[in-house]
């Protein structure tokens, strides 16, 4: 039988093992969903994404139905829609806060977009809240359980992205939490603070309280939209050799977080502690800021760009002329750009015409 | 690595030998657990239980610095049950014979007597490995840093070719790099032995080659490596240009190397940080970190990626490109009249195989894992998928040496070096981000609870750990992390210099220090 199926009055083809959201998207439909991430395995927890399915009784969540040949799907009709709202509004009630600053993950302006997108006011239904902001001195990840609407992606994530098994899901119904073993601080549990549940939370509930220091007012929640003064740009981790690739949160001049590139082709969203939270050092008042010189005292001292080169070039123009080519040597570093490694052996070749030239792989 | 990051999610079989991956590597490992998640089995080799070893279904406790017997031991089992790949033999390889008269002699039984790995461990992670349909090694520093790294290396190529586990998804040799851009740095030629592209300078063609593009002869003679160059220091060399490296603390034997750099009648540095090596410096030039510079690096799979510039650079610190161009326009040399990093990367491309089908525009998006010998070409995600680089695989009949320095009355404990997952390298970079203190403030000793008993120590106190090179005080934290007699600690921390204490000797091929042994005596302050 062919792979193809209806959706929205469209013949669609399919591959083997999409679900009804993947062909769907593919296809431009935008389908809600709240417990959803492509990197997961799929829960069907939120019912966010249910869909018209001919000859089924009841609506099914596309998240976790396998497309097959010949189903004849709709998005969006008016029953689904409403159903969607009504959803959202009992989700929405519950939490103390939709409109959540951007700077507590990646995902975190999920909840808030949907509620515009659907036009929920806040409060819809009143009801009472559901946990409380949990003490943990950690100086990475806010653990502010008033804003989780148990979708358990966190834990998800956690476990089938990272393989940790840091945290897992306590009590049951309107009481649930999201908790470490033993309901302890993530130090004393198995967290490695990669930080991949704070960026996989659509409300924002675990959060990333190093990026927050930044936030404009840190006491208010803020509008869930990125802020219009932070910029990202994708580049690299500078540690390791897995090479993961990362979007740097900019705002005046200054790093101000770091968010997993869902599509980095080494890492495809996965970070760790380093790469997720070791940037700052980037500006830290230890940073040199000018060059410096030995002095006849013995003593480095601050130098014009101008004194320091000619005093770099003299001396190796000395060791040339009195010990000759082979007194000169090079050591680049694994740590630079690939251009800075590139000119340092041409300036040993070129320059000199010798090999001496090594990088710091051998320690 | 031979093969791409993605693969590590699809071996049958994974044997992870000298590699602490979860910390050192940490992104890599998820790929491995979603494996083991998803049935494979694991072997792991590492004398510490690291956190790979939990994970493991079976776990080889060697002695350190006994890799190679360990590895001799299972290519005689895999021999004897007969779990080789003969076709991939016959057409792929060879030396295939000799070998196989060599590897009679070393049984398992032998290897025990050498790793104290019990023999029937050996036997069943040789023929889990030898009888895979998909098996992949998995590797680093803790294969290469001994004096007989080669030989380790060597008897890992020889496993995966009498299998055939090479050239295949989820198969491969996979060494794991452990900076951002160590990959890159050798890319680029900063190698005494090869131009850029891994093209040897022994070969007259690639010495034509580079006359002509820079314009001068240069020497048909391999250069020194690093380790070499530290001992001539003050006797034939006389000047150094480092650029990021802080050398003291990484590498071995302290003591010697800041006397090597303090008889350089001139030192120049390149760094983000004034550290322990720029302290000796006679200029110190500030280079722009991570966030503050474009440019390109090239991760462990071979994927060369862009680094892009976010901030305005701190101070007045320039790129290390500006920085060696300036110094050279300085002395007259030709070539360096750059303004930006694209055509030096551009440079590159042209000049080296590998990177030929490269230039800055197409690497935009981090697509490409070379060699990308032209411009329609898609990348080699895999490497000897049809054939080996050179034509065929050898096997090479290695033998197990003896560490540089093995226990002794005086030093009876092994010590072993290595990362951990919140530090980096010398810390200076982690150790100035915000935080990370919280995760991992010092460094301690790990040490058997057992020993701790033994050499009447306490957890938690300070201790004297000696080598025949010096001293250092640390302090003692009880673990059974550790084996009886074996202890570690990672070289991260400035006021904890292990390397005073390393530094016993080198591999006499790839001058890669013996880091991850070191004989040690503990006493108590
Ligand atoms: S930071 Fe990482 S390891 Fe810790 S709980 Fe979150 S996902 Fe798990
Ligand atoms: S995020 Fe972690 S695993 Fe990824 S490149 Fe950086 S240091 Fe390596
Ligand atoms: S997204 Fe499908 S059930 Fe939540």
Redesign the pocket.
Known sequence: MKHEMEIDGVEVTFSEGETILEVAQRHQKEIPTLCYDARLEPFGGCRLCIVDLEGARTPVASCTTQATAGMVVKTATETIEAYRKTLLEMVVSENREVDVDALRGYAAGELANLRDRYAVHTPGITGETSGTIKADDNPFILRDYELCISCYRCVRVCAEQEGDHAITVMNRGFDTQITTEFDGLLKDSACTFCGQCIHTCPTGALADKKALRHAEDTTQPRVAAPLPDIEKTRT?????????S?DMLTKAGQIVGIHPAMDGP??QG???????FAYDFVHHPDRLKTPLVRGDDGELCEATWDDALDRAAEGFRKAHATYGRHSIYGIASGRAPSEAAYLMQKFIRAGFGTNYIDNCSRA | MSNPLIDMQKPDVIFCIGTNMTEC????ATGLKKAVARGAKLIVADPRRIGLADMSHLYLPLRVGSDTALLLGMAHVIAREGLMDEAFIATRTVGFDDFFEHISEWTPEWAETITGVPAKDIETAAIWYGSADKGAIYYTLGITEHICGVENVQSLCNLALMTGNVGREGTGINPMRGQ?NIQGAGDSGALPNNYPGFQAVTEPENQEKFAAAYGREIDMEKGITKVTALELCGAELHAMLIDGENTLLSDPHRVHCEHALRSLAHLVVIDIFLTETAQLADVVLPATAWGETDGVCT?TERRVQRLRAAVPPAGEAKPDWWIICQIAQRLGFKGFDFDSPKPIFNELCRLSPIYAGLDWERIEKGEYQWPVPHKAHPGTPRLHEEEFINGRGVFSNVHYRDPAETISAAFPVWLTTGRRLQS?HTRTQTGRAQGIDYLLSEESLEVNPADIEKWQLANGEWCKMSSARGSITIKVKATNRSPRGTVFASFSFGDVPVNLLTGSGYDPVTHTAELKVCPVRLEPL
């Open positions: 690299i981790c500078p540690y390791c050799g897995v090479g993961c990362v080494a890492n996965a970070l760790c502690v380093k790469g997720q | 590597h940490p992104v890599a951002n991760n980096y």
